[in-house]
């Protein structure tokens, strides 16, 4: 149980572009959804926590107007980098919090993303 | 300094033998104390989660938790070369739920 689907697992792009990744809780339902970014040979650094039926709470540093997550429903959450940057390359987790009792953190697989 | 601090690495043990992973963390309030194992590439996935003082066993792995000094393990007996990956500590200081992590400690179990 507790699996987080996340998709696309790669993007190739050219600057410029926006970038929409998907994290979906398939057998669970997710009140809290956490994104995390994580630089080669560092260790992850979370973005932001999204709620269901609210604003995304970033994490200082973060721009909102950057990376727009909407959490739409208690499976779906998505993070949008908009204009990428080559600065943006990055490797981009997302996690999942079981909504009744259960406390650690499910992630998904990751979307390893690299702007030209 | 840094809230979540790990060793950095490499910690080469044989293969069958223990490996002893440590993490200290800063904030005395923190509540829940994790372990996940990180493969090249690949995303974390959940080894064992600790909230009280003492020992935790699952399998071949046992977290111990000292709250006291603010230091949390990881044990793994019988290492196999399959456990070599980088091992991140993760604290959880409040009912936010979310995750301060270590930089990790990268584990080499050498067949």
């Known amino acids: 149980g507790a699996v987080v689907s996340q998709h696309p697992s790669r993007v190739i792009c050219k600057s410029g572009t926006s970038v929409k990744i998907e994290c979906r809780s398939l057998d669970f339902q997710a009140t809290t959804m956490f994104w995390y970014r994580q630089f080669p040979k560092q260790s992850l650094m979370l973005m932001a926590t999204s709620n269901e039926g609210s604003k995304a709470t970033y994490e200082q540093g973060v721009e909102k107007d950057k990376f727009l997550i909407n959490h739409a429903s208690l499976t779906l959450s998505t993070l949008t980098v908009t204009s990428a940057h080559p600065e943006d390359s990055s490797f981009y987790i997302c996690s999942a919090r079981v909504r009744t009792g259960g406390q650690p953190q499910h992630f998904g697989d990751g979307t390893r993303l690299s702007i030209l | 300094q840094k809230e979540v601090e790990q060793n950095s690495g490499p910690l080469s043990v044989p293969e069958g033998a223990i490996a002893s992973l440590n993490c200290t963390y800063s904030?005395?309030?923190?509540?829940?104390f994790f372990w996940y194992r990180q493969y090249s590439g690949k995303s974390p996935e959940l080894i064992m989660f600790?909230?009280?003082?003492g020992d935790k066993e699952d399998g071949r792995f046992t977290a111990q938790l000292n709250k006291a000094s603010q230091y949390v393990s990881l044990l793994i007996r019988d290492s196999q070369p399959s456990d070599s990956a980088t091992y991140l500590c993760a604290v959880n200081r409040d009912s936010s739920y979310k995750l301060i992590f270590g930089s990790g400690t990268r584990l080499l179990v050498r067949p």
């Open positions: 600790i909230y009280s003082n």
């Open positions: 904030d005395r309030g923190s509540q829940s």
